[in-house]
């Protein structure tokens, strides 16, 4: 049904380079949180969204990946060895996979996290990211921060946005084999903005990103307000950002996560990710907003609440939510 297969696309972009025999390599990406969410593909091969998507690196808080040749395929994460039957095993591999010709090593992937687990925001975008960085220096190719972007999208979708720290935005593209749908820095500073993360519930979802975002599409007749609502949601948070307006990049965002749930909530049997406790938390930032704090709420695909709010109301937030853990994208940290 889709012309292109991921090979094809990695053969495009390396041409000549291989993976070398001795291939090691390290290298740190940050997560993100998206401001205007990718949700849905043009092309499940590819990753080619449907949507264009804006978000925010979280700085200090990712994956940091180093690999090396290895007598078999061994993944550790945070110390802890996995089986080679295990899902997130496999989903790596096949990925590295990609770029290994006959000659190329097995390989010994090691990743730490600094994505507090707890928080529910240990997403496969940092680690793929990584990833892909990680082989690009194992190579030694060089490879174009736009050339990373694309690569990693093949692996997740949102990997594409964590090869770069700060505001990212990634654009959907229209070309089949998606040469043109890759992320970019939007190069801007905001020192004030802060992400906070409240992890109200870390049990393992029952439904994954991927395939919530294929169902939605795929049953959900709310989606096809989706790409109209995005078109708003993107250009209007986008121009917040240039402006540093922080009411309408926070109410946009807002909307926008709220918008993505609704559209899961059309799919039969419905779609829900949240839980009590998010409404709960969604309505006590409404109310810190009543009383004149200016704090807004994102959700991504489960139950977790990520706050946006500016440094002078962080004592408010910490008030109202003691165990909020407060992010600085913009500070200038060792990573
Ligand atoms: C709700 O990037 O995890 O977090 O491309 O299938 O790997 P795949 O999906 P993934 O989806 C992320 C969805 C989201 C919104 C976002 O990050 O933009």
């Given at each position: 049904m889709f012309a292109l297969k991921k090979t094809?696309?990695?053969?495009?972009?390396?041409?000549?380079?291989?993976?070398?025999?001795?291939?090691?390599?390290?290298?740190y990406?940050?997560?993100?949180?998206?401001?205007?969410?990718?949700?849905?593909?043009?092309?499940?091969?590819?990753?080619?969204?449907?949507?264009?998507?804006?978000?925010?690196?979280?700085?200090?808080?990712?994956?940091?990946v180093?690999?090396?040749?290895?007598?078999?395929?061994?993944?550790?994460?945070n110390d802890e060895l996995l089986a080679a039957d295990d899902p997130k095993h496999v989903r790596l591999f096949d990925f590295i996979d990609l770029f290994r010709v006959d000659s190329a090593p097995a390989l010994r992937v090691d990743t730490q996290s600094s994505i507090p687990i707890a928080a529910g925001l240990a997403s496969s975008a940092s680690a793929f990211a990584a990833v892909v960085m990680a082989l690009d220096r194992a190579g030694g190719w060089n490879l174009f921060a736009r050339e990373l972007s694309i690569l990693a999208r093949m692996g997740s979708g949102s990997a594409s946005r964590s090869i770069y720290h700060g505001f990212v935005e990634w654009h959907p593209g229209v070309?089949?084999?998606?040469?043109?749908?890759?992320?970019?820095?939007?190069?801007?500073?905001w020192p004030e903005l802060r992400?906070?993360?409240?992890?109200?519930?870390?049990?393992?979802?029952?439904?994954g990103s991927r395939e919530g975002m294929n169902r939605t599409v795929r049953e959900s007749v709310l989606y096809q307000c989706w790409p109209d609502t995005v078109s708003r949601d993107l250009a209007e948070i986008r121009t917040a950002v240039q402006?540093?307006?922080?009411?309408r990049l926070g109410a946009a965002a807002e909307s926008n996560a709220c918008s993505?749930?609704?559209?899961?909530?059309?799919?039969?049997?419905?779609?829900?990710?949240?839980?009590?406790?998010?409404?709960?938390?969604?309505?006590?930032?409404?109310?810190?907003?009543?009383?004149?704090?200016?704090?807004?709420?994102?959700?991504?695909?489960?139950?977790?609440v990520k706050v946006l709010f500016l440094e002078r109301e962080e004592s408010a937030l910490r008030e109202a939510f003691p165990l909020l853990d407060v992010i600085q994208p913009f500070a200038s940290v060792e990573v």
């Open positions: 094809e696309i990695v053969q495009k972009i390396l041409g000549e380079r291989v993976l070398p025999t001795d291939a090691s390599g390290e290298a990406a940050p997560a993100n949180i998206a401001l205007c969410k990718y949700w849905g593909k043009r092309d499940p091969e590819l990753n080619l969204p449907v949507n264009g998507s804006l978000s925010i690196s979280l700085q200090e808080r990712g994956t940091r180093s690999m090396a040749p290895s007598e078999r395929d061994t993944l550790l994460i070309l089949e084999n998606g040469m043109d749908c890759f992320a970019e820095s939007l190069y801007l500073q992400v906070g993360l409240l992890a109200l519930n870390t049990d393992t979802k029952k439904v402006e540093r307006d922080f009411t993505m749930h609704a559209t899961m909530l059309g799919c039969r049997p419905p779609l829900l990710y949240w839980l009590p406790e998010t409404v709960e938390t969604l309505h006590r930032v409404w109310g810190l907003r009543n009383d004149g704090v200016s704090a807004y709420a994102t959700m991504d695909a489960g139950p977790n």
